[in-house]
């Protein structure tokens, strides 16, 4: 008598395993932040202090808190590039939009010419070593320090996504990135005392000569004994101040990168980020223009200069000298501008007609674009309508009047319409995500007028019912070649305006980051607000349109490659 087996149970498959969920990052994020603020109202107390000569705070005072700030940015550096190379698995994700080589690349740059600017301070401060105190020579040497070890260490690590140590990671960035705001606002403190004192030399205005020279003093060296009069001294000191542009752009990109490591502390990423990608193939990158917008760019680039050299030679000089650059500089800063804004409008309209569809991802890293785009705006928006109020208030209806005017509402107009481009095509998705109007199964299907009876003759597509190439990806190329012309004209028109953009924004960096200030050299706003208030509404907000223009080229840079 047989008996039947009963059935084995069936194994069931094993559980899912639970995917890993993000800490709570609330907590870390406060801490860090706490102690951001807290140090940078600190440091912007005592660089404030100091630059005036009735509070008790010296330079010497300064430099020793950046010194020390430095010092221990450097050793959290260290300590992070250990811990991240001894544990691996600490970095198990990579931002694949953060860093991407243009802006790292930047900041190799700007690091290049701070290195160089330390190289003239430490030369200036040693020209009179014996009535200076030593921290004014230690700061620039652990500042050429510290900019080795953050440009090396935001060149690898600019991408990572840190799992390991995340309160005392987030603490660390954090630091690190205040210290980058501060050695900024040292800059543009010392910079600012500098355009005072050189202002102060050719103007007779007595509250600005009386602050200026008080702006002076307190940057002196204490005790006020120190003179340079070699000339190896005055080269150094001209050099450094001439490279404080590139100074203050490098504390900047830096500071930006730091907060989306911030960001991307804790963060899980799929292994495949979707989005688009920031690597295009060469060919794409500089073939794919009609050349008229970089022609445009670069004659208007070349143009700007040659007016900023005329501007730094005739201001300086007599009256009638000073109002002829002034003519000259607003001439073509109009023209510049209302050609940008035309631009940035052709482009927004461009859009309208683009079926791309818009990409939704979570992306830090241009979240903090859109951010800094808008806020750095905020400084031209203030000092324009300043202008506007003096100019259409104050008695003077004159030629150079009217030039202001026009001169401001446009820069309004430029910054308005230029982000608007900027920021839609930041949300934009890759060409490659343009949909079509009927995806066809076979990919001969979508060919545009195609001849059935001569698809043989095409070495993609074989005599047969189904499209069979020599290789996986052949008919795929194939049938881009057909369609991508629908949108190939738009690609170029983009490319064309962003690189024009580009070039001006280049430009209009230049000027004001070395030295152009017809905000003083023209007196509209000077007498009508008074130079003490118009000094502080200048020295405050325009560090932030110069940054804007900056910023506005990394962005163009990557809505080029995106096109």
């Known amino acids: 008598m047989s008996t039947e087996l009963p059935p084995e149970p069936k194994e069931s498959p094993p559980a899912p395993r639970p995917a890993p969920r993000e800490v709570w990052k609330k907590g870390g994020?406060?801490?860090?932040?706490?102690?951001?603020?807290?140090?940078?109202?600190?440091?912007?107390?005592?660089?404030?202090?100091?630059?005036?000569?009735?509070?008790?705070?010296?330079?010497?005072?300064?430099?020793?808190?950046?010194?020390?700030?430095?010092?221990?940015?450097?050793?959290?550096?260290?300590?992070?590039l250990l811990g991240t190379a001894r544990c691996p698995d600490g970095v198990p994700y990579r931002d694949a939009h953060a860093g991407p080589i243009w802006l790292r690349g930047g900041l190799v740059?700007?690091?290049?010419?701070?290195?160089?600017?330390?190289?003239?301070?430490?030369?200036?401060?040693?020209?009179?070593?014996?009535?200076?105190?030593?921290?004014k020579i230690l700061y620039p040497l652990t500042q050429a320090v510290f900019v080795i070890v953050q440009t090396y260490f935001l060149w690898v690590s600019?991408?990572?996504?840190?799992?390991?140590?995340?309160?005392?990671?987030?603490?660390?960035?954090?630091?690190?990135?205040?210290?980058?705001?501060?050695?900024?606002?040292?800059?543009?403190?010392?910079?600012?005392?500098?355009?005072?004192?050189?202002?102060?030399?050719?103007?007779?205005?007595?509250?600005?000569?009386?602050?200026?020279?008080?702006?002076?003093?307190?940057?002196?060296?204490v005790g006020g004994d120190c003179s340079c009069d070699t000339a190896v001294c005055q080269i150094f000191q001209q050099g450094y101040f001439y490279l404080y542009p590139f100074n203050i752009e490098y504390s900047l990109f830096a500071s930006t990168m730091l907060y989306v490591m911030w960001k991307n502390v804790g963060r899980l990423l799929a292994s495949?980020?979707?989005?688009?990608?920031?690597?295009?193939?060469?060919?794409?990158?500089?073939?794919?223009?009609?050349?008229?917008?970089?022609?445009?760019?670069l004659m208007l680039f070349v143009v700007g200069l040659a007016v900023f050299i005329i501007y730094e030679v005739q201001v300086s000089g007599e009256r009638g000298r000073t109002?002829?650059?002034?003519?000259?500089?607003?001439?073509?800063?109009?023209?510049?501008?209302?050609?940008?804004?035309?631009?940035?409008?052709?482009?927004?309209?461009?859009?309208?007609?683009?079926?791309?569809?818009?990409?939704?991802?979570?992306?830090?890293?241009?979240?903090?674009?859109?951010?800094l785009l808008m806020g750095a705006a905020l400084g031209q928006y203030a000092i324009s309508y300043y202008s506007i109020v003096a100019v259409v208030a104050g008695t003077p209806r004159d030629l150079l009047a009217g030039l202001n005017l026009a001169h401001a509402l446009l820069m309004i107009a430029q910054h308005t319409f230029q982000n608007i481009f900027i920021i839609e095509s930041l949300h934009r998705g890759p060409p490659s995500a343009e949909p079509h109007d009927t995806p066809p199964k076979d990919p001969c299907h979508g060919l545009t007028f195609a001849n059935l009876d001569a698809l043989h003759t095409l070495p993609a597509c074989p005599p047969t019912p189904r499209l069979v190439g020599p290789s996986p990806a052949g008919p795929q190329e194939a049938a881009s070649v057909i369609v991508a012309p629908r949108s190939h004209w738009r690609r170029r028109c983009l490319?064309?305006?962003?690189?024009?953009?580009?070039?001006?924004?280049?430009?209009?960096?230049?000027?004001?980051?070395?030295?152009?200030?017809?905000?003083?050299?023209?007196?509209?706003?000077?007498?009508?607000?008074?130079?003490s208030l118009w000094a502080a509404i200048v020295n405050i907000c325009l560090p932030f349109g110069i940054f804007y223009r900056m910023h506005a080229v990394s962005s163009l840079l990557e809505v080029y490659v995106m096109s």
């Open 158 to 221: 600019a991408k990572d996504c840190v799992h390991t140590h995340l309160d005392l990671t987030r603490c660390g960035l954090m630091f690190t990135l205040t210290t980058n705001l501060a050695i900024w606002m040292a800059a543009v403190v010392d910079e600012s005392v500098h355009q005072a004192h050189s202002h102060s030399s050719s103007h007779s205005n007595t509250s600005h000569t009386r602050l200026a020279l008080d702006l002076e003093r307190a940057s002196s060296a």
């Open 109 to 135: 740059l700007f690091g290049i010419c701070t290195l160089v600017m330390d190289v003239f301070k430490t030369g200036y401060y040693s020209s009179f070593f014996e009535c200076q105190s030593a921290i």
């Open 272 to 297: 495949s980020t979707p989005g688009h990608s920031h690597a295009p193939s060469p060919v794409s990158l500089f073939r794919e223009t009609f050349f008229v917008g970089p022609v445009l760019g």
């Open 323 to 371: 109002q002829q650059a002034l003519v000259t500089y607003y001439s073509f800063s109009i023209v510049c501008l209302g050609l940008m804004t035309l631009v940035s409008l052709s482009g927004s309209v461009i859009y309208r007609f683009d079926r791309r569809a818009m990409d939704q991802h979570k992306n830090p890293t241009r979240t903090l674009d859109v951010a």
């Open 495 to 531: 490319k064309d305006i962003s690189l024009f953009l580009l070039l001006c924004n280049i430009i209009l960096w230049i000027m004001p980051a070395f030295g152009a200030r017809p905000h003083f050299s023209n007196t509209v706003e000077v007498d009508f607000y008074g130079y």
């Open 29 to 80: 994020r406060l801490l860090s932040v706490l102690l951001a603020v807290n140090v940078l109202l600190l440091a912007c107390t005592l660089i404030s202090g100091g630059a005036f000569n009735k509070v008790a705070v010296y330079d010497t005072d300064v430099f020793a808190l950046l010194t020390t700030m430095l010092l221990l940015a450097i050793v959290w550096i260290l300590f992070y």
